[in-house]
């Protein structure tokens, strides 16, 4: 029997997750509403919030899973990308965690476990397929090969698209974070009310500065005849916001279906979560017959069980760390 206990802690939720055999038997996610207050997650204030919630949430999975420590046969851990101070709190925990029990250490790619994520439940991809990797801090279209191996097709050159989505939410009086009220807003409005200028770059590459600019020209100038035309016209703009956004991605995906010849799609990362992007692409997958993945809500958001999926992947390949591994805030993809 092969356990592997997940360790999650790149920015603002602790979370840990056991899997057995490559089954994930528990999800558990500590959130930290105290970000709320200031509009964005304080590094400092994480880090505090991981080292209150760590060994609570690790003691409930074991717990909940009928689990002894001595009956893991490894622990993974997110090395990075991440917050410093966050990934050292989930990292130094595992290293301790492990060193005691004698066992392999293994530090995951945030980004990577996303995608990989998409191999906790059924249906699951076979390999290769394209992914389009969407969240606050990371924007990329993947091809997959395997587990352990993926190649960047493009990514963005300045901001995320979740980074845009909360930009613009804040552009519009909304709460941290913007993006899923962004989505809440543009259900049932009208997506094509307002039109925003939107960046095209060369081959499947992405820019989102230029469209948060847009937003917050086309907004100023709106005010100024009229104060109230964010309130009065709030659900439209998100709606509209969210279509322009939309389309960005879309278009470059299209794109890197033709050019890589692939007929399976997946979505992963936080903005995967986004209703008007999963209908989207359920709708381009019927017009081009692709065959398309998206995970469980719960797998979308940063979330360890795709930490532990990914550790049972890499352990069934002996792919290991060690001690010695420093987190990484930027850590290279390849």
């Known amino acids: 029997m092969t356990v592997i206990l997940g360790i999650e802690s790149s920015c603002d939720e602790t979370s840990a997750s056991i899997c057995i055999d490559g089954k994930i038997i528990n999800n558990e996610i500590a959130s930290q509403d105290i970000h709320r207050e200031y509009g964005g997650v304080v590094p400092e204030l994480a880090s505090r919030e991981h080292q209150k919630n760590i060994v609570p949430i690790v003691e409930h999975v074991l717990n909940h899973a009928q689990i002894k420590p001595s009956d893991l046969s490894a622990i993974a851990y ?102 899923p009220m962004i989505d809440d807003l543009a259900m049932s409005r009208n997506p094509t009310a307002f039109e925003f200028t939107k960046s095209d770059i060369p081959e499947l590459d992405y820019s989102f500065s230029g469209i948060k600019t847009s937003i917050l020209y086309f907004l100023r100038k709106e005010i100024n005849h009229n104060e109230k035309f964010i309130e009065e016209n709030k659900h439209d703009l998100a709606a509209s916001i969210q ?46 017959d692709w065959d398309l993945f998206i995970p469980d809500f719960q797998y979308c958001t940063d979330n360890a069980g795709m930490i532990a999926m990914s550790g049972y992947l890499l352990f069934e390949q002996n792919s290991y760390g060690d001690l010695s591994d420093s987190p990484l805030p930027r850590m290279p993809f390849a």
């Open 243 to 288: 279509l322009s956004l939309i389309e960005m991605l879309m278009d470059k995906v299209k794109k890197a279906m033709v050019q890589e010849g692939i007929s399976q799609i997946a979505i992963a990362g936080g903005v995967s979560a986004n209703s008007g992007l999963r209908a989207r692409m359920e709708e381009e997958s019927k017009i081009h």
């Open 78 to 179: 997110t090395r990075g990308p991440g917050l410093l101070g966050a990934l050292l709190i989930g990292s130094s925990f595992a290293k301790a965690m492990a060193a005691s029990l004698n066992i392999p250490l293994i530090p995951v790619h945030h980004m990577k476990a996303h995608v990989l994520a998409h191999f906790i439940e059924e249906p699951r991809p076979s390999y290769p397929f394209i992914c389009l990797t969407v969240s606050g801090g990371h924007t990329q279209i993947l091809r997959v090969n395997s587990a352990t191996e993926m190649d960047i097709l493009g990514q963005t050159k300045d901001d995320a698209v979740g980074e845009a989505f909360d930009k613009a939410a804040k552009l519009l009086g909304l709460p941290y974070p913007g993006g």
